[in-house]
């Protein structure tokens, strides 16, 4: 086993005007990976990270709207292979994206952080 190339993203919710519109919140981590990814997506994760631990965190304003996850990958060049494999679905993530209800009012962006969960 190793700990390569770990890294963590979190999936945000963003106005996209300055009204303050309330986002979508969460109750659970299994929510906000079923709002933030399909379910091939969730697979994807499952099939080529060694370990994976998904939080469900507050926004600045102090809703539970965001989703952090941090994952490592056991063998060099695993990661690459995750990130292709998600690559090869994202015309289904488009789809999944314009079905959500608050998609006129937010935009879902993925950043990087340095602050692991593990």
């Known amino acids: 086993m190793g700990d390569f190339n770990k890294q963590t993203k979190i ?11 309330a986002p979508k919140t969460f109750s659970s981590v ?13 697979a994807v994760f499952d099939k ?18 965001w989703l952090k996850v941090t994952m490592d990958f056991d063998a ?4 690459d292979s995750w990130h292709d494999e998600l690559d090869t ?17 937010y935009c879902i962006t993925v950043e990087q952080s340095d602050d692991h969960i593990y």
């Open 89 to 105: 679905l994202s015309g289904e993530l488009k789809a999944h994206m314009d079905a959500l209800s608050n998609k006129d009012k």
């Open 30 to 42: 299994a929510e906000a990976k079923n709002y933030y990814y399909t379910a091939k997506e969730q």
């Open 11 to 21: 999936n945000k919710q963003l106005p996209l005007t300055g009204d303050a519109v």
């Open 48 to 65: 080529w990270c060694d370990t994976v631990q998904w939080a469900v965190i507050n926004d600045p304003q102090g809703d539970a709207a």
């Open 76 to 79: 060099k060049g695993k990661a």
